[in-house]
């Protein structure tokens, strides 16, 4: 469960035990760091490149399909493009280097839709 999620929890519990709770004052900067140190936290533990220790991996076009949320048309101009090139073709499977794939930038996908 998440450092937000328990938060909630707890104060829910801690409200359902007492038939009154205390309210604290707290600035909105202090809030906001709380706020903003749970979330880092949260997005650190979810970063998709802490979970891949090796960037040489290949992809399977299902793989960089679910990986970047786009479609299958959109690979296949992409490749057409030279926007994000095939690595390896065995017979009708196409991978794909993950560090190509993480590599992807703004610049490269504006040529797509020009």
């Known amino acids: ?3 937000i ?13 007492e038939s009154t709770f205390k309210l604290i ?3 909105i900067e202090e809030l906001s760091e709380i ?5 880092a936290k949260e997005l650190h533990k979810q970063n998709p490149v802490n979970q891949v220790a090796d960037i040489n991996v290949l992809m399977t ?3 960089v399909k679910d990986f970047l ?5 959109t690979l296949f101009h992409w490749n057409n ?10 017979g009708r499977k ?7 794939v993480i590599g992807l930038d703004d610049s490269n996908l504006d040529k797509d839709v020009a």
Do not use: P, W
């Open 1 to 3: 469960m998440t450092e």
């Open 5 to 17: 999620g328990e938060l909630v929890k707890f104060l829910k519990t801690k409200v359902m035990r």
């Open 25 to 27: 004052e707290i600035s």
């Open 35 to 39: 706020i903003r140190t749970a979330v």
């Open 61 to 63: 076009r299902q793989d």
């Open 69 to 73: 949320r786009v479609s299958y048309t």
């Open 81 to 90: 493009n030279n926007i994000l090139k095939v690595h390896v073709k065995r």
């Open 94 to 100: 196409v991978f794909y280097l993950k560090s190509d």
